[in-house]
């Protein structure tokens, strides 16, 4: 466990364009920490640092943008086609990212002893990040408006998107293993007071 005995760590999760990160701001407009996984692997991996290092080795020159930072979409291309590819990336990248969530957990549970906080990270299950927190959350959304939010919001292929939700473990198997399920395709405000209710029974449990 990376908590005090007193503060929760919540790890939350859900299936790609389930609305993981509209549920996560929710959680911190109600007064929970949140730590972004996606953000610290951004942070990681910028220019000159040893995971940028080790994934230009890796994958070549041909992932980088001409300012040198990674160009995502090529990098994605790559690894979401392979799965071994992604697996040396994700070699790469999750201890380095494991390692600043940890610290961010203890200084969040130093600055308050009761804190929630939620630790926002898209593959919960498929690290095993799971067994590391206290209570797990995964937002769910049908596989048709899934592939809809990625052609709009990424720019993506009907094939390419349905390619990126395979790469994760089912929502359904996720569901089985998870403590609190939440429907990203709720109305907002219907969506807002679950999220809020069941902040309030995690503050109960911190």
Not at 15 to 25: E, R
Not at 104 to 129: C, H, M, N, S, W
Not at 166 to 188: C, E, F, M, W, Y
Request: include cysteine.
């Amino acid at each position: 466990m990376l908590c005090s005995a007193a503060m929760i760590l919540v790890g939350l999760t859900g299936g790609v364009a389930t609305g993981k990160s509209t549920v996560a701001n929710m959680f911190k407009l109600c007064g929970a920490v949140v730590i972004d996984a996606d953000q610290l692997a951004h942070d990681v991996v910028k220019p000159g640092k040893p995971a940028w290092r080790e994934i230009v080795k890796t994958f070549g020159k041909t992932v980088l943008n001409p300012d040198r930072t990674l160009n995502r979409q090529a990098l994605g291309a790559i690894v979401f086609r392979t799965p071994a590819k992604r697996r040396a990336l994700e070699a790469i990248i999750h201890p380095r990212v494991a390692r600043e969530q940890v610290r961010l957990t203890r200084l969040a549970a130093r600055k308050d002893p009761q804190a929630v906080v939620i630790y926002d990270v898209p593959l919960l299950f498929e690290a095993g990040i799971d067994k590391r927190v206290d209570q797990t959350i995964v937002v769910t959304a049908d596989r048709t408006t899934q592939v809809s939010r990625l052609k709009k919001r990424n720019g993506l292929s009907c094939a390419e998107a349905l390619r990126r939700i395979s790469s994760q473990i089912p929502l359904a198997n996720k569901i089985q293993q998870t403590d609190h399920v939440l429907n990203g395709t709720l109305p907002r405000p219907s969506l807002r007071k679950q999220v809020s209710r069941l902040f309030k029974s995690l503050q109960l449990l911190a």
